[in-house]
């Protein structure tokens, strides 16, 4: 019997336009009727996440940044999952020496060490992932991000390392050289502490390694008294793979890369193809 439903955001409940398709909060709002629990689990910080739920008029608990932060549906942060210092220094090294972007997500929101070089690089990657985008659709999400969602900008990353202040939870980069790529996950993943995975095919994401969708999944369920074998969960990329390899019932989004897919139990649509919408539909007419 599955009692909580945990659901990925971009690629999977977020369609190709950055919207929460009518038919999916119907879907939402019908599990939840019937005494099933619903929790986003995404890649994007609190606010950001909620700015476009809310929108659809949909509230939810979150677990943000691939597990970083647990919230629950008042925005509570229930646990958080940093960092160290150390690390951070080494991994924003490594991506460097790269020739990767990166950005930090921080307690204080995202910061970025070269904005102008974000943005250029935000709107090809827009053009890349959501190619029904019109130019000036693309110019506005990305001018919208670096400004409406108050990201901040420090050219010296050293005074973020040394500010005890400030607590760092993920880092999130960039590179079109799938070598590139390749090489900073290889490297970030033998220093031990550290997870990495990704969203789309052009970026790595870094957190601790107890910072996973999955754990994090699995802390917060357990706090309700509910175990991962009675937990829904759905996604459509890397940083997906532990929650579902972790919960009872998994489905991979119909948009989903072919190696996540093949983790999963089921498959559904497409994000423009309501695929939410049907494999909630699908799981309650098993669930009676």
């Given at each position: 019997?599955?009692?909580?439903?945990?659901?990925?955001?971009?690629?999977?409940?977020?369609?190709?336009?950055?919207?929460?398709?009518?038919?999916?909060?119907?879907?939402?709002?019908?599990?939840?009727?019937?005494?099933?629990?619903?929790?986003?689990?995404?890649?994007?910080?609190?606010?950001?996440?909620?700015?476009?739920?809310?929108?659809?008029?949909?509230?939810?608990?979150?677990?943000?940044?691939?597990?970083?932060?647990?919230?629950?549906?008042?925005?509570?942060?229930?646990?958080?999952?940093?960092?160290?210092?150390?690390?951070?220094?080494?991994?924003?090294?490594?991506?460097?020496?790269?020739?990767?972007?990166?950005?930090?997500?921080?307690?204080?929101?995202?910061?970025?060490?070269?904005?102008?070089?974000?943005?250029?690089?935000?709107?090809?990657?827009?053009?890349?992932?959501?190619?029904?985008?019109t130019a000036d659709e693309?110019?506005?999400?990305?001018?919208?991000?670096?400004?409406?969602?108050?990201?901040?900008?420090?050219?010296?990353?050293?005074?973020?390392?040394?500010?005890?202040?400030?607590?760092?939870?993920?880092?999130?980069?960039?590179s079109s050289d799938q070598?590139?790529?390749?090489?900073?996950?290889?490297?970030?993943?033998?220093?031990?502490?550290?997870?990495?995975?990704?969203?789309?095919?052009?970026?790595?994401?870094?957190?601790?390694?107890?910072?996973?969708?999955?754990?994090?999944?699995?802390?917060?369920?357990?706090?309700?008294?509910?175990?991962?074998?009675?937990?829904?969960?759905?996604?459509?990329?890397?940083?997906?793979?532990?929650?579902?390899?972790?919960?009872?019932?998994?489905?991979?989004?119909?948009?989903?890369?072919?190696?996540?897919?093949?983790?999963?139990?089921?498959?559904?649509?497409?994000?423009?193809e309501h695929g939410v919408?049907?494999?909630?539909?699908?799981?309650?007419?098993?669930?009676?």
């Amino acid at each position: 019997m599955i009692k909580v439903i945990a659901s990925d955001m971009d690629g999977t409940l977020l369609n190709s336009k950055i919207q929460v398709d009518d038919e999916g909060v119907k879907a939402i709002e019908q599990a939840r009727a019937k005494g099933i629990h619903f929790v986003l689990c995404t890649g994007r910080m609190y606010d950001d996440a909620m700015q476009l739920i809310n929108h659809a008029n949909l509230y939810a608990p979150a677990i943000c940044m691939n597990g970083a932060e647990i919230r629950d549906e008042h925005g509570k942060i229930l646990k958080q999952i940093p960092i160290d210092k150390t690390s951070a220094r080494y991994t924003y090294q490594v991506l460097t020496d790269l020739g990767m972007y990166c950005e930090f997500f921080t307690d204080i929101g995202p910061i970025s060490p070269n904005k102008d070089k974000g943005m250029e690089l935000m709107k090809e990657i827009q053009h890349k992932v959501h190619p029904d985008l019109t130019a000036d659709e693309v110019r506005h999400y990305v001018e919208e991000r670096f400004e409406s969602k108050d990201v901040h900008v420090i050219d010296d990353p050293e005074r973020l390392f040394q500010n005890e202040d400030i607590t760092i939870l993920k880092f999130i980069a960039f590179s079109s050289d799938q070598a590139v790529l390749k090489k900073a996950k290889d490297e970030l993943e033998s220093k031990g502490n550290l997870a990495v995975s990704s969203s789309f095919s052009d970026n790595i994401e870094i957190t601790h390694i107890d910072a996973q969708k999955g754990l994090s999944l699995q802390f917060y369920v357990e706090k309700m008294g509910v175990t991962m074998d009675e937990t829904f969960a759905i996604g459509d990329n890397f940083n997906d793979v532990s929650m579902l390899k972790m919960a009872g019932y998994s489905v991979a989004m119909g948009n989903a890369e072919p190696a996540v897919k093949k983790l999963a139990k089921h498959v559904t649509d497409s994000n423009d193809e309501h695929g939410v919408a049907t494999a909630i539909h699908k799981m309650l007419d098993s669930n009676n």
